[in-house]
């Protein structure tokens, strides 16, 4: 069974950090694609970063770059995502993803397979 599980969510202020974390089992990460996507209240789920199969390269959402970074531990099966610079608009529900597509779509939500339940990130003003 592949499980999926985000963790590190939490209220913080405007300019705070904050590291989440995705905790997985049951499938081999260093194989897939591991991305995060977020989902506001009344929004549509949009991606936030992910890190290419087995490692090697990053890709990023405009609003994110330069604030967020992604990393993975393909040994303990974790994926994170530092997150610096907290505005309000970054409030969501976070999700952890995998997928085995082509790169050509790794900023696609439809490409992930694997997803956790979410953790939430409140950002106040």
């Known amino acids: 069974q592949v499980l999926l599980a985000e963790s590190g969510g939490g209220l913080v202020q405007a300019g705070d950090s904050l590291r989440l974390s995705c905790t997985v089992s049951?499938?081999?990460?260093?194989?897939?694609?591991m991305g995060w996507f977020r989902q506001a209240p009344g929004k549509e789920r949009e991606f936030v970063a992910a890190?290419?199969?087995?490692?090697?390269?990053?890709f990023y959402a405009e609003p994110v770059k330069g604030r967020f970074t992604i990393s993975r531990d393909n040994g303990k099966k974790m994926v994170y995502l530092q997150m610096n610079n907290l505005q309000p608009e970054d409030t969501a529900t976070y999700y952890c993803?995998?997928?085995?597509?082509?790169?050509?779509?790794?900023?696609?939500?439809?490409?992930?397979?694997?997803w956790g339940q979410g953790t939430q990130v409140t950002v106040s003003s």
């Open positions: 993803a995998s997928s085995t597509v082509a790169l050509s779509g790794i900023r696609r939500g439809d490409m992930y397979r694997y």
């Open positions: 049951g499938l081999p990460i260093i194989n897939y694609h």
């Open positions: 890190s290419s199969r087995p490692g090697g390269s990053t």
